[in-house]
């Protein structure tokens, strides 16, 4: 069984950073892309970043490529998104989620296991 959670989320300044990370409990965690989304208040979830189940493959949205980078410890079984030069549009609560078995990719309708949210608050 998947149980995710994040970590690492607080306020921050502009244009500083935060390193979040996603730790399974679980013994499979490395059979599984996994992706980080976010929902600010009044808005959509929306995809920010996911990587394969070996880590060798990454996405990114438009809005956080250059800035965000995921990456994954599969020996600690979790997943970082390092996030830098970050804006007060990156406000929101960040999740991380497992993917089902056969998907990689950005549509949150298809990740299965999700955490409980970080709360991620930028400062300008």
């Known amino acids: 069984q998947v149980q995710l959670v994040e970590s690492g989320g607080r306020m921050v300044q502009a244009g500083g950073s935060l390193r979040l990370a996603c730790t399974d409990s679980?013994?499979?965690?490395?059979?599984?892309?996994v992706g980080w989304f976010r929902q600010a208040p009044g808005k959509e979830r929306e995809f920010v970043a996911c990587?394969?189940?070996?880590?060798?493959?990454?996405s990114y949205a438009d809005s956080v490529k250059g800035r965000f980078t995921i990456s994954r410890n599969n020996a600690e079984s979790t997943v970082y998104l390092q996030m830098n030069s970050l804006k007060p549009e990156d406000t929101a609560v960040y999740y991380c989620?497992?993917?089902?078995?056969?998907?990689?990719?950005?549509?949150?309708?298809?990740?299965?296991?999700w955490g409980q949210g970080t709360q991620v608050t930028v400062s300008s």
């Open positions: 989620a497992t993917a089902a078995p056969w998907y990689y990719g950005t549509n949150s309708n298809y990740y299965e296991n």
């Open positions: 990587t394969t189940q070996g880590g060798g493959r990454t």
């Open positions: 679980g013994p499979t965690f490395s059979n599984y892309a």
